[in-house]
């Protein structure tokens, strides 16, 4: 894809800032690049380059004396003795970088006579032609030099304008936007969590409104405990825990075995249900986890009868 644009840039060269050597044209960025465009190439066309000077510091240059019997070569060579060995200040034209100039022509600045002030077409003098090609990495410098007549005074002034024809060849990368599906179950399963007449919520595994208690922190024990509602403990040592004797419904505690000795949990006064798919749930008063099976353990809920925990996350129990 390609774009272009009419850019111009303008320099204005005063007593005040003559001395500072050459003086770079600036040359603006380019406006109409889209969004999400890489440039591919770019190129620069000068298709006006003129020089406004209105001097007044120095003497009147005479207007060329032509005669009847002068050729074309003698009229020229009285135009150009006018141009240059009048009272004159010299404007050179430089292209390059600022690290790196090269003079391509000069002009006379002159007091013209008859003339309040004087146009100089420098893209004649750079290229002979009405528009010239212009590399992408360089620019124009002006400088003023003293040739004999001195310098701008204050009175003078010069001013510079250069129309460009910018044209750039880009490419706009793709925008690629990922969307999560998302996922609908038509035909949820059914659970049925009726276990001897006691319903449980499956709001996080819990009921009353109580949240899971998976965010609490681990505690861990190497003796014999009192676990509290709502704790998560970590075995150690072969030890025995006491549940808590007057929990609410809803009440949770996990319970895992850090050790491969057995872990005993005792329920007294209340009682321990393990409940198994596709069998009948077994109540006792303790429980023993672990048996040689690190990490094993799970989660008691009390039902309101019962502490009710899953028999494959506590594998291997046995009850008295």
Same mark, same amino acid.
């Given at each position: 894809m390609k774009a272009t644009e009419s850019v111009t840039s303008s320099l204005v060269i005063t007593s005040s800032n003559q001395n500072n050597g050459i003086l770079q044209i600036p040359t603006p960025a380019f406006k109409n690049m889209p969004e999400n465009a890489t440039k591919v190439s770019e190129s620069w066309k000068v298709v006006n380059f003129k020089v406004y000077s209105n001097i007044k510091s120095i003497?009147?240059?005479?207007l060329p004396n032509y005669s009847l019997e002068?050729?074309?070569?003698d009229r020229l060579i009285k135009s150009l003795d006018v141009e240059w060995n009048s009272p004159r200040i010299q404007l050179n034209l430089y292209i390059g970088t600022p690290n790196n100039w090269s003079i391509v022509g000069s002009v006379s600045l002159l007091n013209a006579s008859g003339y309040p002030y004087r146009i100089y077409d420098l893209l004649e003098i750079y290229a002979a032609k009405?528009?010239?090609?212009l590399g992408?990495?360089?620019s124009f410098g002006i400088a003023i030099e003293d040739v004999g007549h001195g310098l701008l005074s204050s009175f003078d002034k010069?001013?510079?304008?250069v129309d460009y024809l910018r044209e750039i060849s880009y490419f706009v990368s793709p925008q690629i936007n990922i969307t999560t599906p998302e996922v609908t179950v038509n035909n949820p399963v059914e659970i049925n969590n009726n276990i001897n007449g006691v319903v449980i919520d499956e709001n996080n595994g819990t009921n009353n409104g109580i949240e899971d208690i998976n965010e609490m922190p681990l505690l861990i024990k190497n003796a014999n405990y009192n676990p509290s509602v709502n704790e998560r403990i970590l075995c150690t040592s072969a030890i025995e825990l006491?549940?808590?004797a007057s929990p609410s419904i809803g009440d949770e505690i996990e319970i895992y075995a850090g050790?491969? $000795?057995i872990i005993t949990v005792n329920a007294t006064p209340n009682t321990i249900t393990r409940v198994l798919y596709n069998s009948s749930p077994v109540t006792a008063n303790r429980a023993n986890i672990g048996r040689n099976y690190l990490g094993m353990g799970g989660k008691l809920i009390w039902v309101g009868?019962?502490?009710?925990?899953? $028999?494959?996350?506590?594998n291997y129990q046995e009850y008295d």
């Open positions: 003497p009147t240059a005479s002068d050729t074309e070569t009405e528009q010239a090609s992408v990495n360089v010069v001013s510079i304008l006491y549940l808590p050790v491969d $000795g009868t019962t502490w009710m925990c899953n $028999g494959n996350e506590f």
